[in-house]
């Protein structure tokens, strides 16, 4: 293990992107092996020092910084072992947890494979990622990190290690497990609360039957460190055909996105050839696109939104696919001089640069303010996007602050940032999104559906599980992190440890 002390050295390890000021840690550790792992957790505990587990540092909501104790720090941890092909649909990849999730991409790529998962920030780890259950655009049609994660090895803080393999261990009808650990069993019972059956990574994963791997994924930090991870793979696609469709008004965006969602429901259910099956479904809002016209001023005047759309080819039905889609951008209404169309991986990636372009101007923006970024991450059951999205408009336009809305508009998933320029605005930009996350939760979704609710997002969590929740996945913290060193303050405040 490596010990790092010094302010100057260490400084990089206080800053995330979710723009939380004043992080600080007594030292860094940074591991040289897996081994270093849980002697250290075990002095720590011993000591009942506060352990931040860093990942790549991107995170929204703060969980990976670290404010008293020691940060882990797993970058040199980051090997990626060789694809193992199990037959021609899938594979496997072991990798560590330092590894960066563009360098999974890009050596299952070479090989033939995907690993689907496909957040935007593409230097997060695949630690972080897991931890977190990220996800992105292309979840419409692949899902989550939790669907690719076939097996995990785990430390936990009294410094023993599991190794949980998928399908090996489930919640019993009252919620307990009881696995191995290299010092003997564990047993754990799951909160009790309901999560909502929306996209989600808000609370303790506690859904019927759970799986003991999936306790682990989007657990922020707070259960065990991990340490390895063994992940899926499937064949990666030959073609994408895409496009940026302009909507002059927002009701012919949301209309496109019904039907192309209602077809590719069916294509899937009946395994359909030669029929429309997105894999993503971006929306823009007309501020999101305002914002960076200077850098595309291609973009049409007169537009409400936009929607990025992908579809994965993988035979030599390109053109009929290509028809199809044309088809039902026409019978909404859209004129086709309206549409960018890419037609090769190479385009494509363009307009994934397009979409990228959106976070990381308001990641700008809030550089140069200062004042950290609020935004949502709400998702909500189908059908209630519209009632969700006009509540948001309501409060925007009561305010007058300056916002923009993207996101995963397939999954019902939306990220409307509200860009405060003083504190007073950010008081208002807090309060607003405490207001927006009550919406979700009273239409039946989620406070968060990807970036978690860390540091920075208890009061929304709240809204979802009150105060009883809170309690329940203390109880439960304490079951595998008995001297309450991991990740503190993340997901439920510490004064509840
Ligand atoms: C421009 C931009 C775009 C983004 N787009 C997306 C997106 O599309 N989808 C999305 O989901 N997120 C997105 N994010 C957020 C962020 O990239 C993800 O949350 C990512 O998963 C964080 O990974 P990280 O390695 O940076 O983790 P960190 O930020 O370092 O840590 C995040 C959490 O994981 C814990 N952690 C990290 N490693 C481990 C480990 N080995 N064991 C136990 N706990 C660990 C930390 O303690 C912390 O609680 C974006 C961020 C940026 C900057």
Redesign the pocket.
Known sequence: MIIKKNKDTIQNYFE??SGLRGAFADFVAVAETEDDIPGFLYEMSKSKTPV?????????TA??LAFGGAVLS?EKLNKIGKVERIDDKNALITVQ?GARICDVKLKTFSEGWMYPPD???KN??I??????N????RGFKFGVTRDYVEALKVVFSDGSKSYVKRGEYFADKNGGITFDTNKGKKHIVLPKYRLPAVKNVAGYYNYPATDLADIFIGS???L????EAVLKLIPHFKEVFGGIIFFETRDSAYEFVDKIKTISKKTEKENLKDSISAMSLEYFNKNALLMIKSDYPAIPENVEAGIMFEQDIYGDNFDILMEKWVEVISAVGVDLEKVWFASNLVQQEEFRVFR?KI??RV?EMIRKTNIPKVGTDFAVPDGTLREIVDFCDKEFEKAGIFNLTFGHIGENHLHANIIASNDEEYKQCKQMCVDIAQKAVELGGTVSA???I?KLKHILLEKMLGEEGFKEMAKFKKSLDESGIL?RD?IFPKDYL
């Open positions: 995330d992107n931040t587990v860093a990942g790549a540092l991107t995170g929204n969980s990976g797993l947890s957040p935007t920030e997060a780890s630690g972080g990622n897991i931890s977190t990220a996800s992105g655009g922020d930090g707070t065990c460190v991990i340490v990228h976070p990381e990641n990807e970036h978690g860390g990740g993340n």
